[in-house]
Each structure stands twice: as structure tokens, then as C-alpha cells.
């Protein structure tokens, strides 16, 4: 694109200059081509963006190193601008108290679910005041609401009957 526009830019000064039209067609072809990868590259980036924003929904506030790894610095801090407005809004939800909007994607079919723990995470509080040792390979009945953004993190796995 830089060398389309240095092109157009060189051939703009000489039609003025030296009056030459016939430069005129090849000038507005450039200047097309640069509006349609401008376009192209608008579009690009702009599905980058929806799939980072997604990438919040799935993986919570915390994104796994090879998902990061993949990202430009830019991706990173519109990332981490993205994650902390959201959790703006969730705290002004509520009546104080906030509300976790990412929890509960899907209605759940019951409200508790047996997981199983795919790496050591320590203890566990739920809501009851219990509380539970995620250990490697242990199997808990939880309710669904607390261990959801664990499951996303990859910590629980959700075993199906």
C-alpha cells in the first residue's frame, strides 16, 4: 500500500506540474486499489477484535499463554481495556452487589453438576461456607454457578453421566 500511495503521490505532482491527463486513469486505479485493502484491512481487523472479544466470554478475565502468545501488544491492550470495562458494567449491576453476566451462558439443566479437577487449584469456598480441596484428579458435586469459570480456565472439567 505504501508504495501504491508513494506511486500516486509522485504521479499527482507530475500531472500538476507538467499537466500530463493521461496519468489521470492510472491514478484513480491506484487510489481505488488502496480504498479496497483499506476496506480489506478494516474488515480484518475488525473480526480480530470480535474473536478477542469472544475469547473474554470463553476464557474469563484471565486468557491461557498460548491463546496470548498470538497476540500482538496491541491485541493485549484492547484485551485488557475490554476486560476492565466489562467488569465496570458487572459492578454497576446489582443494586451494589455486581453481577457476573459471563456466568450461566447456556440455561443450566440442573444447578449442580459433578466435575472432575484436572490440576491442583487449593481450596475451594462455596456458598454454604464448605469448603473443598481441588486436588488432580478429584471428583466434586458443585453447583454449576461457582465452578463455571473454573471449567473455562481449564481447572474442572465437567463429567457427563
Given amino acids: ?3 501504491l500511495y508513494e506511486q500516486n503521490q509522485t504521479d499527482v505532482n507530475e500531472a ?6 493521461e496519468l ?3 491514478i484513480k486505479l491506484r487510489h481505488c486499489c488502496l480504498l479496497r485493502n483499506q476496506r480489506c484491512l478494516t474488515a480484518y481487523l475488525y473480526d480480530r477484535l470480535l474473536r478477542i472479544r469472544a475469547l473474554r466470554w470463553e476464557y474469563g478475565s484471565v486468557l491461557p499463554a498460548n491463546v496470548r502468545f498470538h497476540m500482538c501488544a496491541e ?8 476486560k476492565k470495562s466489562l467488569a465496570s458494567f458487572m459492578r454497576s449491576l446489582g443494586g451494589g452487589e455486581g453481577l457476573d453476566i459471563t456466568q450461566d451462558m447456556k440455561p443450566p439443566k440442573s444447578l449442580y453438576i459433578e ?7 487449593g ?7 464448605t469448603v473443598i480441596l481441588l486436588k488432580k ?3 466434586h458435586f458443585l453447583p454449576r454457578w461457582k465452578c463455571e469459570q473454573l471449567i473455562r480456565q481449564g481447572v474442572l472439567e465437567h463429567v457427563m453421566s
Fill in 1 to 3: 500500500m505504501e508504495a
Fill in 16 to 21: 500538476k506540474a507538467d499537466g500530463r491527463a
Fill in 24 to 26: 489521470i486513469p492510472s
Fill in 75 to 82: 491485541e493485549v491492550q484492547w484485551f485488557t481495556h475490554y
Fill in 115 to 121: 466435575v472432575r479437577c484436572l490440576k491442583d487449584h
Fill in 123 to 129: 481450596e475451594f469456598e462455596i456458598d454454604d461456607g
Fill in 137 to 139: 484428579n478429584s471428583q
